[in-house]
């Protein structure tokens, strides 16, 4: 099928009242990640702009509120215990410390304030202790969002009354590479999560991670299996290996940043009213690189200095380039929390 031609399929099946079916083939992604740079980006800065003001970028900022030590072997990852990095661990941090962190954010700009804790899943325990970070934090007025590994059943609901507007679950890289980089918990776990999640009424943030030695064909079943979760996820994480001495993918070939960019332009067009995030790797991405993916329908991104323990560019440096670029804050309205206009 001549790529240029794929517009229809941007359809859900509930849009078109027709039994599911995948609304975007592998093969197609992949037609779109082939075609002409220019044409790519100027297909999915027209779709980017049927859904959103083209020069506003919303801010989320990341912090770490239990580190390294997981009993997981995700092969990227400098918090897997059986890695030795120079990611020194630290237990859950105090309800002050976290909310103190959050407001900080928040008068840097941040709208939204997302908690990562390096566990394989919280437990019982854990989520007692989590669950009045989000109260607090949602009570500054800032959106949430938690990423804290596999939820058990009613988990998610939890999370859920106690404010949470987002929970981060990504599925890390297409199912025919999974295998290579993480063991200890397979894609369905992950699937089972995101399921709970969606159930429970939260918004879904999912994403993957380019750059660890994949094919093309493998970044556009990733994007495809992503476009074609019913309905597919409201924020969408694209993330550069960051490689870490100590980890096994360190020293992986880098990925060329064009092609970086192309991922970023086939997130967009398949999923066009999603939040599409450039999220780590930012602060090893050139200025002009950063610019292309805004330009290919990036529209998110992380802000501090640090993502949950690797380095992200400094609010200065970002606060210059948005300058640069006449990008803007996106305002997020109190009752419209939800980043799109459908259920
Ligand atoms: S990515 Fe998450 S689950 Fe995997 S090792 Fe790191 S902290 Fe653990």
Not at 56 to 82: F, H, M, N, W
Not at 155 to 173: C, F, M, P, S, V
Not at 269 to 287: C, F, H, N, Q, W
């Given at each position: 099928?001549?790529?240029?031609?794929?517009?229809?399929?941007?359809?859900?099946?509930?849009?078109?009242?027709?039994?599911?079916?995948?609304?975007?083939?592998?093969?197609?992604?992949?037609?779109?990640?082939?075609?002409?740079?220019?044409d790519l980006l100027y297909r999915a800065q027209s779709v980017h702009r049927e859904h959103f003001d083209p020069n506003t970028v919303q801010l989320s900022t990341l912090l770490s509120i239990k580190t390294g030590g997981c009993p997981e072997d995700c092969g990227y990852c400098p918090q897997a215990a059986r890695y030795h990095t120079s990611v020194a661990d630290?237990?859950?941090?105090?309800?002050?410390?976290v909310v103190a962190a959050a407001r900080l954010a928040k008068e840097k700009g941040a709208t939204r304030f997302c908690m990562g804790a390096a566990w394989?899943?919280?437990?019982?325990?854990?989520?007692?202790?989590?669950?009045?970070?989000?109260?607090?934090?949602?009570?500054?007025?800032?959106?949430?969002?938690?990423?804290?590994?596999?939820?058990?059943?009613?988990?998610?609901?939890?999370?859920?009354?106690?404010?949470?507007?987002?929970?981060?679950?990504?599925?890390d890289t297409a199912p025919e590479h999974y295998g290579e980089i993480i063991?200890?918990?397979?894609?369905?776990?992950?699937?089972?999560?995101?399921?709970?999640v969606r159930a429970a009424g939260l918004h879904v943030c999912c994403g993957g991670i380019v750059g660890m030695g994949e094919s093309r064909k493998c970044r556009a079943a990733l994007i495809a299996q992503?476009?074609?979760m019913d309905p597919y996820p409201e924020s969408v994480p694209i993330n550069n290996l960051v490689q870490v001495e100590g980890t096994p993918l360190y020293g992986t070939a880098k990925l060329d940043p064009l092609e970086f960019v192309r991922t970023i332009a086939g997130a967009r067009i398949?999923?066009?009213?999603?939040?599409?995030?450039?999220?780590?790797g930012r602060e090893e991405m050139a200025e002009g690189i950063q610019a292309l993916c805004f330009l290919a329908g990036a529209n998110s991104i992380f802000y501090g200095e640090k993502?949950?323990?690797?380095?992200?560019?400094?609010?200065?440096?970002?606060r210059?380039?948005?300058?640069?670029?006449?990008?803007?804050?996106?305002?997020?309205k109190g009752e419209e929390r939800g980043e799109r206009g459908e259920a």
């Amino acid at each position: 099928m001549d790529a240029l031609t794929i517009n229809e399929t941007h359809r859900r099946p509930a849009d078109t009242g027709q039994d599911p079916k995948p609304r975007w083939t592998v093969e197609q992604v992949e037609g779109l990640f082939d075609l002409p740079f220019n044409d790519l980006l100027y297909r999915a800065q027209s779709v980017h702009r049927e859904h959103f003001d083209p020069n506003t970028v919303q801010l989320s900022t990341l912090l770490s509120i239990k580190t390294g030590g997981c009993p997981e072997d995700c092969g990227y990852c400098p918090q897997a215990a059986r890695y030795h990095t120079s990611v020194a661990d630290q237990d859950l941090l105090a309800l002050d410390a976290v909310v103190a962190a959050a407001r900080l954010a928040k008068e840097k700009g941040a709208t939204r304030f997302c908690m990562g804790a390096a566990w394989r899943g919280p437990k019982p325990r854990d989520l007692d202790q989590v669950i009045p970070m989000v109260k607090a934090v949602r009570d500054l007025g800032m959106e949430t969002c938690a990423t804290l590994g596999l939820l058990k059943e009613g988990q998610a609901e939890q999370l859920k009354a106690a404010g949470l507007d987002y929970y981060n679950h990504n599925i890390d890289t297409a199912p025919e590479h999974y295998g290579e980089i993480i063991t200890t918990r397979t894609q369905q776990d992950r699937l089972d999560t995101l399921t709970r999640v969606r159930a429970a009424g939260l918004h879904v943030c999912c994403g993957g991670i380019v750059g660890m030695g994949e094919s093309r064909k493998c970044r556009a079943a990733l994007i495809a299996q992503l476009a074609n979760m019913d309905p597919y996820p409201e924020s969408v994480p694209i993330n550069n290996l960051v490689q870490v001495e100590g980890t096994p993918l360190y020293g992986t070939a880098k990925l060329d940043p064009l092609e970086f960019v192309r991922t970023i332009a086939g997130a967009r067009i398949t999923m066009p009213k999603a939040m599409v995030r450039l999220s780590a790797g930012r602060e090893e991405m050139a200025e002009g690189i950063q610019a292309l993916c805004f330009l290919a329908g990036a529209n998110s991104i992380f802000y501090g200095e640090k993502l949950l323990t690797t380095g992200n560019p400094d609010v200065e440096r970002d606060r210059a380039l948005f300058a640069r670029l006449g990008l803007r804050p996106m305002v997020v309205k109190g009752e419209e929390r939800g980043e799109r206009g459908e259920a």
